[in-house]
């Protein structure tokens, strides 16, 4: 059974940074992709950002130059750097996994339980 394990969630002030890191175990480890998805009360789940093994990445427009998703394959992990952040960023954010780099929900198999980020204006 593949589990996803989020952390690193917290309340911060608008400009502050946090970082967000999911360890990957059991079927998930070495998953080809790995990515952020985010959840705002009564809205949809929305891309974040999403990495491969080797490196190929992408994210969302609404967070580009803010926030960036690296990937340690030795520690079957992979982080979220998010910088500047906004009160428009606060959600529940997911770590997910997948076999194919996209940005649709679809794409991926594996969900972590989500870890809640608040910033405050």
């Known amino acids: 059974q593949g589990q996803l394990a989020e952390s690193g969630g917290g309340l911060v002030q608008a400009g502050g940074s946090l970082r967000l890191s999911c360890s990957a175990s059991?079927?998930?480890?070495?998953?080809?992709?790995m990515g952020w998805f985010r959840q705002a009360p009564g809205k949809e789940h929305e891309f974040v950002a999403a990495?491969?093994?080797?490196?190929?990445?992408t994210c969302a427009d609404s967070v580009k130059g803010r926030f960036t998703i690296s990937r340690d394959n030795a520690k079957n992990t992979v982080y979220l750097q998010m910088n500047s952040l906004k009160p428009e960023d606060t959600a529940v954010y997911y770590c997910?996994?997948?076999?194919?780099?996209?940005?649709?929900?679809?794409?991926?198999?594996?969900w972590g339980q989500g870890t809640q980020v608040t910033v405050s204006s």
């Open positions: 997910a996994a997948g076999a194919q780099l996209g940005t649709g929900y679809n794409y991926y198999d594996y």
């Open positions: 059991g079927r998930t480890r070495g998953t080809y992709v």
């Open positions: 990495i491969t093994r080797i490196g190929v990445n």
